[in-house]
């Protein structure tokens, strides 16, 4: 599905969605070494979508990826919410990560009231 998303999505900002599908890729590669929790979501025996992350602490979770078929109307919310659900209950928090800047992503995300927002920064190694 990682791959199918890419060839639907690529040419909405290539760089950039080369660099999330290697780095999704390397996540499922070395999914049990790097100790993420995950969870896909089928329809008739096709995954039409999926999310893994990592607890961060005793109260957070953070969510590295979350891919779902966009034609495929509330898959998104669906593979959100059941793995909320069923999957993280014993956290406090749910870190959903960034937006990217992307308006949309930023509208779906605040449409979880979030409780916190946190400062973005960005650290440059000038060596």
Not at 27 to 46: H, I, P, Q
Not at 73 to 99: H, T, V
Request: proline fraction near 2%; include cysteine; glycine fraction near 8%.
């Amino acid at each position: 599905m990682n791959k199918i998303w890419l060839e639907k999505n690529r040419d909405k900002n290539p760089e950039a969605i080369d660099n999330e599908y290697l780095a999704i890729k390397s996540g499922f590669d070395y999914y049990n070494e790097l100790g993420l929790t995950g969870a896909l979501l089928r329809v008739n025996g096709e995954v039409i979508a999926f999310t893994m992350g990592e607890r961060l602490n005793d109260e957070t979770f953070c969510t590295h990826f979350e891919k779902a078929y966009s034609e495929i109307r509330g898959a998104y919310p669906m593979i959100n919410r059941e793995f909320a659900f069923n999957a993280l209950s014993e956290y406090k928090y749910i870190n959903r990560e960034e937006d990217t800047g992307s308006e949309g992503l930023r509208k779906a995300k605040m449409s979880y009231y979030p409780e916190i927002l946190l400062e973005k920064f960005r650290a440059i190694y000038r060596g």
